[in-house]
């Protein structure tokens, strides 16, 4: 293991393998991860939510362009919204070649960034099925397969006995309601430990400069020479942002945020075509590992992986209702229960040991909104619905350059905010998990 502190340049031993085997054996005294700065008054660039995304602009802001004079705010602690409540899923099988484009970039970054940050992230390439239970779905599963294998990417339809082969516990014969007929598999997919991917972000940008004050919530943005009020809207520019902990002043906001998306571009004058709603999930007591792959049925609105520990893992279609509540619901786990038996009855044992919800960001055509924004030093990385955390890597990599170059990187570009204006959408309903 390298050590990542000697590669940035501050607590050379701190991170060295030898140093952690002495303090495991010692019992005590870890250090803190990233400090606990004093908030300064002016930044070069302030983002605002501390989740997978913000960790990951900050940490390319610094470590690609030299960027350090940043401060990510989050008004919770870090990871505490949709980074730390997602089911984990990594892919690149998107229907658009834009989204395949795009997220199959991430998975380049998922697949380093053990290394590159130092820190066991867990990432498992076991791969990915999406599952047909009927003849659209299954040419959608064709046209997915053949727009990824353009872009060279491994997803090809297999057919049940295949399915069998690659996930033995799916019942792939005709008796279910709902027949499984053919998948798209995904060989590259997979699951990454969700927390590890904050800690190894937040600790390497930290190492890097970047400061982190979580309990800090944003409370406005400042801006000058918009046509709103307060000089916000077409044409103005950021001057700084007003938190719970005092005015700051920056050039650049950049907006990471989820679920709270629409509320923070709204401080800025920028309206988002955004509709926040609650996605639950669920848990399973640990067993024996016996699920090898990822399992996604969008006709039973459901997702299903097997943590290394043996705990199933669950998620779903959102919640019908766009509301901010993210109580967890009978219903949720009704559905699921059923819908999953459908596919597994042999787990018909398992006892669900908890099941929380978290908030995503829809945008009409289901894919993000990334880049700048009429109000100049104001960028957004949002509208990530239930794909946000596959993304992270990319997105970060590619919002730093934007900042630090002021110009929209290619792989961004078809998901500017301008597109909802123009009309040139990018639909990905058709390789969003589950029908929504
Ligand atoms: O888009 O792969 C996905 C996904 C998994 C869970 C929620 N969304």
Request: charged share 30%; glycine share 28%; proline share 7%.
């Given at each position: 293991m390298g050590s990542l502190g000697r590669r940035l340049g501050r607590g050379p031993a701190k991170y060295s393998a030898a140093a952690l085997v002495w303090r495991g054996l010692r019992g005590g005294q870890w250090p803190r991860i990233w400090r606990d700065a004093e908030l300064k008054r002016s930044y070069d660039a302030v983002i605002v939510g501390g989740g997978v995304h913000g960790l990951a602009t900050a940490y390319y802001l610094a470590r690609n362009h030299g960027i350090k004079d940043v401060a990510v705010l989050d008004k919770a602690?870090?990871?505490?919204?949709?980074?730390?409540?997602n089911t984990a899923i990594v892919r690149a099988n998107y229907l658009t070649p834009e989204g395949v484009a795009f997220y199959d970039r991430s998975l380049q970054l998922y697949n380093t960034m053990a290394t590159d940050l130092n820190i066991n992230v867990m990432f498992s390439e076991r791969g990915h099925l999406t599952l047909a239970h009927n003849d659209s779905s299954l040419r959608t599963m064709h046209w997915r397969a053949e727009v990824n294998k353009l872009q060279g990417v491994d997803s090809s339809v297999i057919g049940p006995?295949?399915?069998?082969?690659?996930?033995?516990s799916l019942d792939t014969s005709s008796h279910p309601r709902y027949p499984i007929l053919g998948a798209l598999y995904h060989p590259p997919g997979g699951i990454v430990r969700h927390d590890a991917v904050v800690w190894g972000y937040a600790r390497a940008a930290d190492c890097m400069g970047v400061e982190m004050h979580q309990k800090t919530e944003v409370l406005d943005i400042l801006c000058?020479?918009?046509?709103?009020?307060?000089?916000?809207?077409?044409g103005g520019r950021v001057v700084g942002v007003r938190t719970s902990r005092g005015d700051i002043s920056t050039p650049v906001v950049v907006n990471c945020t989820a679920g709270w998306a629409s509320l923070i571009s709204a401080m800025a004058g920028v309206r988002l075509p955004i509709t926040t709603h609650p996605l639950q999930a669920a848990v399973t007591e640990p067993v024996k590992v016996f699920l090898p792959t990822v399992v996604v049925s969008g006709s039973l609105h459901v997702y299903i992986s097997q943590t290394d520990r043996g705990e199933l893992v669950f998620g779903a279609a959102v919640d019908p209702v766009a509301t901010y509540s993210i109580r967890g619901s009978l219903e949720f786990t009704e559905e699921l229960a059923g819908h999953v038996l459908e596919l597994m009855p042999g787990v018909s044992r398992m006892r669900l040991l908890r099941q929380w919800s978290g908030l995503c960001d829809m945008t009409p055509d289901y894919s993000p909104v990334m880049g700048f924004t009429g109000v100049d030093g104001f960028l957004v990385d949002v509208g990530w619905g239930t794909y946000g955390f596959k993304a992270a890597p990319v997105s970060g990599e590619q919002m730093a350059e934007a900042v630090a170059t002021g110009r929209t990187p290619e792989l961004i570009a078809p998901f500017a905010l301008s597109r909802f204006d123009t009309g040139e959408l990018v639909g990905e309903k058709g390789a969003a998990a589950v029908g929504h």
């Open positions: 602690y870090l990871g505490s919204g949709a980074s730390g409540r006995d295949e399915i069998k082969k690659v996930a033995p000058e020479g918009g046509d709103g009020t307060d000089g916000k809207g077409p």
